[in-house]
């Protein structure tokens, strides 16, 4: 397994915009598909985005296509969610994972092994 820890959460406006960061440890990061969720209380987990270990494929929920963009950096063990035009539903604690699920299969969270600690993103309005 992969040792996961997020950071970059924090407060801010409709229409604002964060970068989450998510540091791996381990050696065998690159044989890994990435993933963030998303979580708020009372509610289930939610796929955000994911990305194949080559970086050469993503996947984006219907919710948040077209304004966030995930990436990754082999070379230093990151794997980022840039936010861009947030809005409060996306408002939530949001997750790093990582696992080898297939391409078709990268939304679905059983597929993941790994989980950082999450991240708390607060949209105002």
């Known amino acids: 397994q992969v040792q996961l820890v997020e950071s970059g959460g924090g407060l801010v406006q409709t229409g604002g915009s964060l970068r989450l960061s998510c540091a791996a440890s381990?050696?065998?990061?690159?044989?890994?598909?990435m993933g963030w969720f998303r979580q708020t209380p009372g509610k289930e987990r939610e796929f955000v985005a994911a990305?194949?270990?080559?970086?050469?494929?993503?996947k984006y929920g219907d919710s948040v296509k077209g304004r966030f963009t995930i990436s990754r950096d082999n070379a230093k063990n990151w794997v980022y969610l840039q936010m861009n035009s947030l809005k409060p539903e996306d408002t939530a604690v949001y997750y790093c994972?990582?696992?080898?699920?297939?391409?078709?299969?990268?939304?679905?969270?059983?597929?993941?092994?790994?989980w950082g600690q999450g991240t708390q993103v607060t949209v105002s309005s």
């Open positions: 990305i194949t270990w080559s970086g050469g494929y993503t």
């Open positions: 381990g050696r065998t990061f690159t044989s890994y598909n």
């Open positions: 994972a990582a696992g080898r699920p297939t391409a078709w299969s990268l939304a679905n969270e059983n597929n993941y092994d790994s």
